[in-house]
């Protein structure tokens, strides 16, 4: 089993919140200087960068979906979460968590994979009726 495991319902309804979380077994989420990140992949299109909180919980978020997207972190968990609101099916998609050095932010939401050296092995999420 890796150091990250998404987890999270497969199917959420539009208009309504996708919610998922990320476990993390090795390393602590509090940790310098770890950054964890939220990255999706449409069916038949690249990564998107979504968002991260950074060791010290603060959180930047990719522009174009910052009023619809939250990320927190439960610290005596050892986990972090993403909310979607209002989803559409265009939110369907393969759901990753990952692990970088350091803080590192994409507002073009195009993710660097060579900034990454941990990742959970995806959830895939429908939004479908």
């Known amino acids: 089993q890796g150091q990250l495991q998404e987890s999270g319902p497969g199917l959420v309804k539009p208009s309504q919140t996708l919610s998922l979380t990320c476990t993390v077994s090795?390393?602590?989420?509090?940790?310098t200087p770890w950054s964890w990140h939220w990255i999706r992949q449409p069916p038949g299109k690249g990564l998107e960068?979504?968002?991260?909180?950074?060791?010290?919980?603060?959180?930047y978020y990719m522009p174009s979906l910052k009023s619809r997207i939250f990320i927190s972190r439960d610290t005596s968990k050892n986990q972090f979460f993403l909310q979607v609101s209002s989803v559409t099916p265009e939110d369907t998609a393969v759901y990753y968590c990952?692990?970088?050095?350091?803080?590192?932010?994409?507002?073009?939401?195009?993710?660097?994979?060579?900034?990454?050296?941990?990742w959970g092995q995806g959830t895939l999420v429908t939004v479908s009726s």
């Open positions: 960068w979504m968002g991260v909180i950074a060791y010290d919980g603060s959180t």
């Open positions: 990952a692990r970088a050095d350091g803080l590192r932010t994409y507002n073009n939401g195009i993710a660097n994979t060579d900034d990454y050296d941990a």
């Open positions: 090795r390393g602590s989420i509090t940790s």
